[in-house]
Structure formats: structure tokens, C-alpha cells
């Protein structure tokens, strides 16, 4: 690499290069790259281009490819292709079925969960970090009605700068949006300087998630067994089917019998052999 950041002179992918680093994606995460996402692969891996002090995306494509800094650049290549649009209460119809049913049926099960033991739940592609923090307030709300009720969130991703941002609580104001304002009163903190418009979670809820890494296309996740509750949304879409089955035949590993599964709206699981039985929109529960 050179010393000093030359000019960019040429931003865009060839489609030999473009196919190349789709592969090595694939193969990793098992994100599809079909050509459709040409465009935004460049935009995303600009910011490594500059990072790194090349002159173009061929020169990037090279030296990550053909002089051996595949191993050291590979963490940075996945991060910046990883889509991470989240909010709270996203898919809010998730949440209300678990406020209104999802907890009482969970709670008659033989190891009553949140009483004998913890409520497990799993944010199993969690992004910045919205999702998880979400179910912390929820549970908290619940735990308000219910003094013994008790709960422990994980929530894992791949991408490890979205991880970073999870872990500080600290986002948008314009994320708050669809957050409940008697929920938002108890939970949140908003900047009182106007010229930084952000929210931070109060220490209560930070505390509440545990978050790590984990690449979803590994054999084996280092995660308990007798989850409670997974949610799994709105990433589906990047698989093909052989690894859409795949991950989720061993996400239902982690899924103790009774357990629920949530999936995004727009996703399918039908013909997959899952020892799953639907009991509402986008949500499964464990045989």
C-alpha cells in the first residue's frame, strides 16, 4: 500500500471482481451477492478503499485478494457489507404477541420460565442493537406487573462495528419514533444539546443484553440450549434456501420445546422439515 491516499480515480467494480468478492461473502456468511447488489457493494466498500490508502476498487480487489490480506481484511469486508437496518418495536405485532400471550403460554410450561429460572431469549441477528433492547423493555415492563418475574437476553451478530454500536445504547432521536412514550419515559434519555439529536438507553436496560459475536454459518453456535424465545427477523432473505434450512434446523436446536420463534413478515419457512408449528403471523413455536 502506498504511503500517502492517492486520488480515487476509479470507484467501481468489475464484474470479475465484483463475482470474486461475492463468493468469498457468500461463503462466509452465507449473504447472497447476486449482480443487483453490484452498486451498493461499492458504495459500502468506499469508505475501506479510502481506509486504505488505494487508488481503486480493482486496487482493493487486488490487494485483498491477490497479495494476501484476505485474512487481516476479511472482518472489515463483512462489516461493511452487512445490511443493518433495525428500529425499536420494529414488526411491533412481534411484541404485542408476546406481551399478550407469548409470556402467560411460556409461563405454564413444566420449567416456568421467569420464575423457577430466567426467561432466555435470543436476539440472534441483532444489529445495532434495537431488537434486543427492545425485548429489554418489554420485559422490564412485564417484570413491573410481576416482582419475581425474572429474564437474561443475548444477542449476537456477525458484523462487529454494529456491535460496538449496540453496546454504547446510544442512537438516532428519529429511532425513537416508534417506541411507546410511557415505555420512552421510563427507558430513555434524550440529548438536551440540539445540535446532537440522540437518545441514550438508560443503565438498566444496557445492562439487561449481553452481546457477542457469532457467524451463523458455523456448525456449532456458543449459545444454551433451552432458549425460551429466538427471534430471528428480516435476514432470511439473504440466504439461499440450502442455507436458510440449514441455520434454521440449528437455531431449533437452541429451542426448547414450547419455545417461540419469530421470523420477519416477509420471510417463509414452509417446506422445511422444521419441528416447528405456526401459531401467528411469522411466529413458530417448538415441537
Known sequence: MNDTAPR???DSLSPHDFSRLGAIIQDHC?????????????GRLRRRVRALKLASMHDYCRYVLDEGALDSELVNLIDAVTTNKTDFFREIEHFRFLNERGLDALSRLPHHPGKDRPL?????????????????????EHARAQSSFRFDIIATDICTEVLATA??????????????????????????????PTIRLVPQI??????GHLNLMDADYPVATDMDVIFFRNILIYFDKPTQKAVLHRLCRHLRPGGFLFVGHSETIANMDLPLTQVASAIFVRS
Open 120 to 140: 432466555k431469549c435470543w436476539s440472534a441477528a441483532c444489529s445495532t442493537g434495537a431488537e434486543p433492547y427492545t425485548l429489554a423493555m418489554l420485559l422490564h
Open 8 to 10: 480515487v480515480i476509479n
Open 167 to 196: 453496546k454504547l445504547g446510544i442512537y438516532p432521536a428519529d429511532m425513537a419514533g416508534m417506541i411507546p412514550k410511557a415505555i420512552a419515559s421510563r427507558y430513555v434519555r434524550r440529548s438536551r444539546d440540539r445540535e446532537d
Open 206 to 211: 444496557r445492562q439487561s443484553v449481553r452481546f
Open 30 to 42: 452465507g449473504i447472497r451477492m447476486p449482480p443487483t447488489k453490484r452498486t451498493m457493494v461499492e
